[in-house]
């Protein structure tokens, strides 16, 4: 059942609550029950649908790989110096701890760029000649702390997606449970006195549903983890 499947149906059970009202009260079935299950429709509509958190997650991921290629361009610009100055097999070039630069996972790159303005703050000196400057390091040190910001802005991104997937889950399946008991007592209620208002009570259209080759239970939970 879709999202908006689930609170049209939160609907209509409201609106039958309302009409048989005098038959549901002798089955516990009050105002209070309505009112539950309305504010669980309202708390329902209000919650941030996977889309939404999908483009969070989306637009955090873009930025973190805008600053990420930003902090490589940076460190490849003082490497290139640090070839010139002390060949790529000396100890003060191993010193930068670049090798396999484009295959560094985001925290990994992260620390990289920490090391690298750390030895070239160290070795300035000894680079001037090759155009390194404080201006470059100082470029570096700003990029990286960027990217640092933006990983920690993509992992809560991710994680609030997650804490609200599990969270839409349980909310999707009180309101389903809620919806299935009201149902439940008006099918037994209607089945012998009216078929017109048995048949309001019908979840699905269990002939259609045949047709199609679909399954239908009625008590299933209809809310799922979603794959990304």
């Keep these: 059942m879709s999202f908006g499947d689930l609170s049209g ?107 690298v303005v750390s030895v070239a703050t160290l070795l300035l000196g000894e680079l001037a000649n090759q155009g390194l400057t404080q201006a470059m390091i100082d470029e570096l040190n700003g990029f990286n702390t960027t990217f640092e910001a933006k990983i920690r802005k993509k992992n809560a991104a991710d994680k609030a997606r997650d804490g609200a997937t599990e969270g839409r889950i349980k909310l999707g399946n009180d309101l389903y449970k809620k919806i299935c008991e009201v149902f439940d007592v008006g099918k037994n209620y209607w089945v012998t006195r009216s078929e017109a208002k048995f048949n309001d009570y019908i979840m699905y259209d269990k002939k259609k549903a045949k047709v199609t080759g679909t399954a239908v239970k009625e008590k299933k939970a209809v809310v799922k983890k979603k794959k990304s």
Excluded: H
Excluded at 13 to 25: G, N, Q, V, W
Excluded at 26 to 49: C, D, F, M, V
């Design 9 to 115: 149906r939160a609907g209509n059970c409201i609106s039958l609550m309302t009409r048989d009202a005098i038959e549901m009260a002798k089955y516990g079935i009050t105002e209070a029950t309505k009112t539950e299950i309305l504010n669980l429709r309202t708390a329902w509509n209000n919650y941030p649908s996977d889309e939404e958190l999908k483009g969070d997650v989306g637009t955090a991921v873009e930025e973190c790989n805008a600053a990420e290629d930003q902090v490589k361009v940076s460190v490849r610009e003082i490497m290139l110096r640090a070839k010139m100055g002390f060949g790529l097999n000396s100890a003060k070039y191993r010193q930068f701890g670049t090798k396999g630069l484009n295959k560094m996972d985001a925290d990994a790159l992260n620390r990289c760029g920490e090391r």
